[in-house]
């Protein structure tokens, strides 16, 4: 059996954000804001659900998931596996607009409610060796929540090195999914008897997909590819300009403490630098 990669943006979005297996979503929103009892989340309207995006409009297509429970707070879950530096402020960006975007000019602010921002990266944000952060906005003096109408939950995949015999909570369960679905060929002991977990397998079986999703999906996985491909050739160009600029300058340093003993060629012989550089810099 094979199993789509979680990680990917369309399949992600095809598991959790599927209105008729809402409780999947409900459930990975417990596990990871640590709601329980009277607090758990038990029902919720997915406000963007899961459609096949065409491939041209892929550019144009946000492909997070946002969700509103019953009380009106709002949640919204993006999985991101590329790092392009910004993503802290992308977060601050997202969580902001929906919070103003809940009321219309002169509305009652009292009317505005709480908003959630769930991050799941593929790559390290923070120092903190946690694979779970929560981020509040706190007094500074009394270190009380007392703005909380944001909250921020970021979790770094490559911070999770648990293996199946060591899952305990539901937690720990949600990000192996997520993390290594795609490199399992059947649904793990650990996971058959947790119905949303059968739901959320058997729709990453890539048996059940059209053959539009599978193109979108290859599309993206390609495209995701090309991406990390070019920032690390663009890293790499970078460290050799870097390294070609620190040569540069040492024999620089060189040539000018040989000015006053040598001349201009056999200074030139010894640091690699032109004539012409050489005199220059006398």
Do not use: C
Not at 17 to 44: H, R, T, Y
Not at 65 to 78: C, H, L, M, P
Not at 117 to 129: A, K, L, P, R
Not at 164 to 187: G, P, R
């Amino acid at each position: 059996m094979q199993f789509a990669d979680p990680k990917n943006d369309l399949a992600f979005k095809k598991i959790f954000g599927d209105e008729n297996k809402k409780e999947i979503l409900i459930s990975l929103l417990n596990a990871i804001l640590d709601f329980n009892d009277e607090k758990s989340i038990v029902d919720l309207h997915i406000v963007n659900p899961y459609q096949v995006p065409k491939i041209p409009d892929l550019k144009e297509t946000i492909l997070d998931i946002k969700a509103k429970a019953k009380n009106g707070d709002e949640f919204i879950v993006e999985m991101q596996k590329k790092h392009l530096g910004d993503f802290a402020k992308r977060s601050l960006y997202y969580t902001s607009k929906a919070y103003i975007s809940q009321l219309s000019s002169g509305a009652d602010y009292s009317k505005l409610n709480k908003v959630y921002f769930i991050g799941i990266v593929d790559f390290s944000m923070f120092e903190s060796q946690a694979f779970i952060s929560r981020h509040l906005i706190l007094n500074k003096e009394t270190l009380k929540q007392e703005l909380d109408d944001f909250e921020f939950t970021f979790i770094e995949l490559k911070k999770f090195d648990k293996e199946l015999e060591e899952l305990q909570t539901t937690l720990e369960k949600w990000i192996y999914f997520i993390k290594n679905a795609n490199n399992l060929t059947i649904i793990p002991k650990q996971f058959k008897d947790i119905q949303e977990f059968k739901e959320a397998f058997e729709i990453a079986s890539q048996t059940n997909w059209d053959k539009k999703e599978l193109d979108v999906y290859d599309y993206m996985t390609l495209k995701a590819y090309d991406e990390i491909n070019a920032l690390q050739t663009a890293e790499e160009k970078g460290e050799a300009r870097g390294e070609a600029r620190g040569m540069e300058n040492k024999a620089i340093e060189i040539a000018k403490n040989l000015l006053d003993i040598l001349d201009n060629a056999t200074i030139a012989l010894k640091t690699g630098l032109s004539e012409e550089r050489i005199e220059s810099l006398r």
